[in-house]
């Protein structure tokens, strides 16, 4: 089946030590998106590529930042995790801007 | 600026009863989606319906459809017959242009046996 797949499930990492979340889709979608959702909250879009264009969100940190290889690879890097950026990071993609969004089952990171 | 609103943090229903979910929004967009997703505890966001908004008919899929006033800028959704599984959180959610979607803050159902 075609999918959005996300690894690891769970990451832990240590105060300022840096970590990459990795995302990859089956389903050849032009837009790859990157969120991040803490408890109880929707989620916070961080950035997006449509296609190899990049689109930074205006309020996401600059600790956060990310690439996309090709079509079906992105990936998410934290520079210097704190303890505020403990959260689920969900990935999605779409056809193109408008169309519904396919989610990942996301990544859980814990900052100790 | 585009916006979404649901004001119902919680909500609860019956086993086998029938529940509406609300949701208001607000964009200056002629053209654009208009989208449910669900979100079981720790597992993963899916779509639930999609309404574009040039369609006049309301999407249904299954057990669940919406309610969708274009001129109030109101996208309800109703789930009939619930069932546990319909456990989650409920997102709403805009897309219209080159915007990524919207999300509004989201309503917690938890349906009881």
């Known amino acids: ?112 | 600026a585009q916006t979404v609103t649901q004001s119902q943090p919680e909500m609860s229903v019956q086993e086998a009863e029938t529940v509406t979910l609300s949701c208001t929004y607000d964009t200056s967009e002629n053209n654009y989606y208009l989208f449910w997703y669900k979100q079981p505890p720790s597992r993963q966001m899916i779509l639930v319906i999609r309404q574009e908004a040039y369609k006049q008919q309301n999407a249904t899929e299954n057990r669940f459809s919406v309610n969708f006033q274009k001129a109030a800028k109101s996208f309800s959704l109703k789930i009939s017959d619930s069932q546990l599984g319909d456990t989650a959180m409920y997102f709403c959610a805009l897309n219209s242009g080159n915007t990524p979607l919207v999300f509004g803050k989201g309503t917690r159902l938890s349906v009881i046996a």
């Open chain 1, 1 to 112: 089946d075609a999918m959005v797949i996300q690894n690891p499930r769970y990451q832990v990492t240590q105060f300022g030590k840096p970590v990459t979340l990795s995302c990859s889709q089956t389903l050849n979608h032009n837009v790859m998106y990157w969120y991040q959702q803490k408890s109880s909250q929707a989620p916070k879009l961080l950035f997006h590529y449509y296609d190899k264009d990049f689109n930074n969100e205006a309020d996401t940190p600059d600790n956060f930042q990310s690439r996309r290889p090709n079509t079906s690879f992105c990936f998410l890097d934290i520079r210097s995790p704190g303890l505020g950026d403990a959260a689920m990071y969900l990935c999605a993609t779409s056809a193109r801007f408008g169309y519904e969004q396919y989610f990942g089952p996301g990544t859980r990171l814990t900052v100790t």
